[in-house]
């Protein structure tokens, strides 16, 4: 499959609020990207998994993805298990991604949390040339992670003004989780509500940059800058 970018996530409409604007910021530029939901959100209070695969299909074209699989593991009780692992590991053989989003490591939801941690081994797996013998091994150049939803400083961010309104329209695709009804009303938003919210957001990540609108992500290693003159962001 050879992508450029696959973003690994819990439930689907994740990505779309986490990383969604890099994604199509990434396809705009010609790079080949996907993203594989781990879960089908089958504990979700509102709709089925066949619904929100469904939403999640429509999602995709949107973020302008030339792939998107999702992988059924258990919702709202992800565990690292060695056959999930195995499974994650194949898959990322298959896809063959160079930057691989995770989740943040620290977050409310388990699953959340679980899906990094699920990940970054999943990653280390997959590179091992004598895992499965039926598979190649792949073992992806670049993890950053998702940090939207963590009160920690990015280590980037990614300008998504251009793309911010199309990423809103992709997480509007989940009608059954964004759409009007009673059930959850508290922590199920109606669209205005996730406008709001959502837009506050990326406009505070977007100031701490200088633009409109930005997603944050976090990277363990230290970052190469070969021109200081060049660097973007006023620093005064
Ligand atoms: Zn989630």
Same mark, same amino acid.
């Given at each position: 499959?050879? *992508? ?16 969604? !604007?890099? %994604? ?6 010609? =790079? @080949? ?44 009780? %992800? ?8 499974? *994650? ?16 490591? /620290?977050? @409310? ?9 699920? !990940? ?24 950053? =992670? ?20 199309? @990423?809103?329209?992709?997480? %509007? ?18 669209? /205005? ?9 990326? $406009?505070? =990540? ?6 409109? =609108? ?11 800058? !070969? ?6 962001? $006023?620093?005064?």
């Amino acid at each position: 499959m050879n *992508l450029d970018v696959l973003a690994i996530a819990a439930h689907p409409d994740d990505v779309e609020q986490t990383c969604g !604007g890099t %994604l199509l910021r990434m396809a705009e530029m010609s =790079y @080949r990207t996907g993203v594989l939901d781990l879960t089908a959100g089958d504990m979700g209070t509102r709709g089925t998994p066949e619904t929100r695969i469904a939403e999640s299909d429509v999602a995709a074209k949107h973020l302008q993805l030339v792939w998107r699989g999702n992988l059924h593991l258990p919702d709202a009780r %992800l565990e690292n298990t060695l056959s999930a692992r195995m499974t *994650l590991a194949v898959k990322i053989r298959e896809l063959k991604p160079r930057v691989v989003i995770l989740p943040y490591w /620290q977050a @409310r939801h388990p699953d959340h949390y679980r899906a990094g941690e699920l !990940g970054y081994e999943a990653c280390f797996l997959a590179g091992l040339k004598k895992l499965d013998p039926y598979s190649e091994p792949h073992r992806p150049f670049k993890i950053i =992670y998702s940090s939207v939803y963590a009160d920690v400083k990015p280590s980037f961010i990614v300008d998504i003004s251009a793309q911010f309104e199309r @990423r809103m329209t992709a997480l %509007l695709s989940y009608v059954s989780q964004f759409g009007h009804t009673e059930q959850g009303g508290a922590l199920f938003p109606g669209e /205005q509500e996730i406008r709001e919210r959502l837009g506050a957001i990326a $406009r505070f =990540y977007g100031n701490q940059i200088g633009v409109r =609108y930005g997603e944050p992500f976090v990277i363990k290693e230290a970052m190469e800058v !070969g021109d200081i003159v060049a660097m973007p962001v $006023r620093s005064i």
